[in-house]
């Protein structure tokens, strides 16, 4: 597992500053909205579309273990979702980027591609793998609350809820890379502990990946990873948590995201009812920015932030 978590590191270490000259060449640039925080103006025309240079790799990787791993059809269904939601951020940046269009893809139009995604995996989960639980098992106990036909709602709303939380919260400099690290490490701990080995495997491969596209997306970042990657990386880690029979864990290990998705829900919820804003711009992070603290320092307190409840999260699936 370590020489193929190295191997999916080099590769992305090593494609990502051969892309960002082509994506350059190609004016893949960054569009900043002018409403943001005016700090981020400067980010205009970074290379965008980043996800790609380590979903490659992951890709790759984790098909050529299918022909290693006892329980392939485990890791058959993390590169459908990998692939599937990759391809739906694709498109949306495409329309985005390259057409020129600041729209992309309508929200009626994400959400069905995502649908139909959940649904493949819904089908060869109930199918193919016989010890994934129809329910929720609440963590650290045996507690399980059935789902029976409702378990194919809890997959849609699980993925595409939390493929969007990632999306929201990739919003300033190794973000949502530092954090995905995190709780893709955090369930990694607990597969291990687990015995699950095919998961364990494609976490290592992703884990190495996202490290190697850290190195250039860090602060200052020199590659962003657009729609392409972050939707990809949270119908993943959604998917990760339901194969683990640890969905509710996801609350606690993905607490950022959690937390920075409520922010945009609270945020629309008063302006509406009230005519009242309650942060000064969601998602959370922006408001942070707005009251003084610097880039840098917000990412450095999220993930320290993540890091902890990951380490709460691994303790918990470890009951």
């Known amino acids: 597992m370590f020489i193929i978590g190295l191997a999916a590191f080099l590769l992305t270490a090593v494609l990502v500053p051969m892309a960002i000259p082509v994506l350059k060449r190609m004016k893949f640039g960054q ?37 290693f791993v006892d329980d392939s059809y485990k890791m058959l269904v993390l590169v459908i979702v990998t692939v599937g939601f990759g391809l739906i951020g694709f498109i949306d940046d495409y329309i985005i980027v390259v057409k020129k269009d600041n729209t992309g893809l ?39 609350i059935p789902l029976g036909f409702l378990f194919i709602v809890w997959i849609v709303f ?27 490490g955090s369930f990694l701990g607990i ?68 937390i920075e998705t409520a922010s945009v829900m609270l945020q629309v919820a008063s302006y509406k009812l009230t005519g009242r804003r309650i942060f000064k711009m969601t998602p959370i992070h922006h408001h942070f920015e707005l009251v003084g603290w610097g880039e840098w320092k917000i990412v450095a307190v999220f993930w320290m932030t993540g890091a902890l409840f990951g380490v709460i999260g691994v303790m918990l699936g470890a009951m």
């Open 31 to 67: 569009s900043i909205r002018k409403e943001g925080p005016q700090s981020h103006q400067v980010k205009t025309g970074t290379p965008t579309m980043g996800g790609l240079t380590y979903l490659i790799p992951v890709i790759l990787f984790a098909l050529a273990s299918l022909f």
């Open 106 to 144: 309508t929200s009626k139009q994400k959400f069905l591609a995502q649908i139909a995604v959940s649904v493949i995996v819904y089908f060869i989960m109930t199918n193919a793998i016989p010890d994934i639980v129809t329910g929720l098992i609440v963590p650290g106990t045996d507690f399980e």
């Open 158 to 184: 699980w993925q595409v809820g939390f493929s969007n939380a990632v999306n929201l919260t990739d919003g300033l400099d190794g973000l949502a890379t530092g954090l995905a690290i995190i709780a893709f």
């Open 191 to 258: 597969a291990l502990i687990r015995g699950e080995l095919e998961t364990a495997v494609f976490l290592v491969i992703i884990i190495g990946a996202l490290l190697g596209f850290l190195v250039y997306n860090k602060y200052p970042a020199k590659l962003f990873m657009g729609d392409t990657g972050s939707l990809a990386l949270g119908g993943t880690l959604a998917t990760v948590s339901i194969m683990l029979n640890e969905s509710l864990l996801l609350l606690i290990i993905g607490i950022v995201f959690v």
